[in-house]
C-alpha cells in the first residue's frame, strides 16, 4: 500500500537558523503534496502544498522542493521563531477522481526552536 | 476557521461500548474523510465520504462505520470499543476531485477506559 517516510522524528535548530524536513513516498500516482503544521492540542492546519507539475514554491520563510523521479520532496523553514516550534506532517495524495482523495501522513516531525 | 466543525470535543467510554462522532462541514464540501491520531502519531486514514457513499477504505475493522449527510455533516461510529480506540479523532472536509485539499476540524478526543 500507499507509504510516505518522513525524516527527522525530532529536530532543534538555533532561532533565526534554518530547518529542513524531508519525505518520502511509494505511490506514484500522487500528485499533490501537502504539509501541515500541528501545535499542541489542536488540528493539523494546511501551511504550504505543492502540485505535481512544478518543482518548488515558497510562501514568505516556507519553501517547499519536489522531485518526481525520486519521488521526494522536503519544508524549508528560514529565520525559524519561537512559534514555529510544533509537529510538521508531510502527506502525499492522489486526487484523481477514480480513487478517494485519502491523505497519507508521515509520521511527523517534532520542530523545537532554541532561543 | 476552516469551516469544520466536531463534536464532542472530549468523550470518556469504556471497553465494549458504542460512541458516535459527529462532523460539520461547510456547504460545497462533498467529501468528509474520517482520521485517526494515536498520541504521538500522524493521523491515519479511517474512510472517505463522497455525496454520502464510502469512497475509499484505510486498513479499520468493520466496526468504525460512517454516514454522511445532505446538509454536510457526518457520523463516525465505534462499536465494541477497545482500549487501543483512544485517540483524536479528526474529520476533514473537502470538495473532492481534483486540484483540492481537506481541511481538519478541531478532531474529538476519545478516552476508552
Known amino acids: 500500500g500507499e507509504n510516505v517516510e518522513q525524516h527527522p522524528s525530532t529536530l532543534s535548530v538555533q532561532e533565526g537558523d534554518s530547518a529542513v524536513i524531508k519525505c518520502t513516498y511509494s505511490?506514484?500516482?500522487?500528485?499533490?503534496f501537502p504539509w501541515y503544521k500541528q501545535e499542541l492540542g489542536k488540528r493539523p492546519q494546511l501551511i504550504i502544498d505543492i502540485r505535481s507539475n512544478v518543482g518548488e514554491k515558497k510562501d514568505q520563510r516556507i519553501a517547499v522542493t519536489l522531485n518526481k523521479t525520486a519521488k521526494h520532496f522536503s519544508l524549508h523553514i528560514t529565520e525559524t521563531q519561537p512559534e514555529d516550534s510544533a509537529v510538521y506532517f508531510c502527506?502525499?495524495?492522489?486526487?484523481?477522481?477514480?480513487?478517494?482523495?485519502?491523505?497519507?501522513f508521515g509520521s511527523g516531525t517534532r520542530l523545537s526552536i532554541r532561543p | 476557521e476552516t469551516g469544520v466543525t466536531q463534536s464532542p470535543t472530549h468523550l470518556i467510554k469504556t471497553r465494549g461500548q458504542q460512541v458516535t462522532l459527529r462532523c460539520s462541514s461547510q456547504s460545497g464540501h462533498n467529501t468528509v474523510s474520517w482520521y485517526q491520531q494515536a498520541l504521538g502519531q500522524g493521523p491515519q486514514f479511517i474512510f472517505q465520504?463522497?455525496?454520502?457513499?464510502?469512497?475509499g477504505r484505510g486498513n479499520f475493522p468493520p466496526r468504525f462505520s460512517g454516514l454522511q449527510f445532505p446538509n454536510y455533516s457526518s457520523e463516525l461510529n465505534v462499536n465494541a470499543l477497545e482500549l487501543d480506540d483512544s485517540a483524536l479523532y479528526l474529520c476533514a472536509g473537502g470538495r473532492g476531485g481534483l486540484q483540492e485539499t481537506q481541511y481538519f476540524g478541531p478532531g474529538t478526543r476519545l478516552l476508552v477506559l
Open positions: 465520504y463522497y455525496r454520502e457513499e464510502e469512497n
Open positions: 502527506a502525499a495524495i492522489d486526487l484523481s477522481y477514480s480513487s478517494a482523495s485519502k491523505i497519507i
Open positions: 505511490d506514484s500516482a500522487s500528485n499533490y
